[in-house]
Nanobody, 120 residues
C-alpha cells in the first residue's frame, strides 16, 4: 500500500499562482510515475500533468500547456505542481496519482484530493 497526501490547495485569484504538493509514503515501494488529475463540478476527470520518475519526462493535458509545471523530489518521494492560472481557470479538486510497485507488484494509488478554488 502506498499512501498519497496532497497539500497546497486553496483559493487563488484568476491569473494567480499556486503550488500543490503530493508526498508518497509506505513500505518497500518503488515509484514509476506520479502526476496530477483534476475534476471540476459536473466534469470528467482530466489529466493535468504526469512525470516519469526515473527519466523525468512529462506529459500534460492540452488545457494546461505552458502554464503548469510538474517537478519531482526523488529523495522525498514527492511531486509538486506549480500552477499559473489563467483568467478562466476552472475550480476543481486536484488528485495526485502514483504508479508504484509494492513488493514487486505494480499498482495505481490515488490521494484524497485537494480543492483549488479560482475566484476573485
Amino acid at each position: 500500500q502506498v499512501d498519497l497526501v496532497e497539500s497546497g490547495g486553496g483559493l487563488v485569484q484568476p491569473g494567480g499562482s499556486l503550488r500543490l504538493s503530493c508526498k508518497a509514503s509506505g513500505r518497500s515501494f518503488s515509484v514509476y510515475s506520479m502526476g496530477w488529475f483534476r475534476q471540476g463540478p459536473g466534469e470528467e476527470l482530466e489529466l493535468v500533468e504526469r512525470i516519469n520518475w526515473h527519466a523525468g519526462s512529462t506529459c500534460y493535458g492540452d488545457s494546461v500547456k505552458g502554464r503548469f509545471t510538474i517537478s519531482r523530489d526523488e529523495n522525498e518521494d514527492a511531486v509538486h505542481l506549480q500552477m499559473n492560472s489563467r483568467e478562466r481557470e476552472p475550480t476543481a479538486v486536484y488528485y495526485c496519482l502514483g504508479c508504484a510497485a509494492v513488493d514487486g507488484r505494480a499498482g495505481e494509488y490515488w490521494g484524497q484530493g485537494t480543492q483549488v478554488t479560482v475566484s476573485s
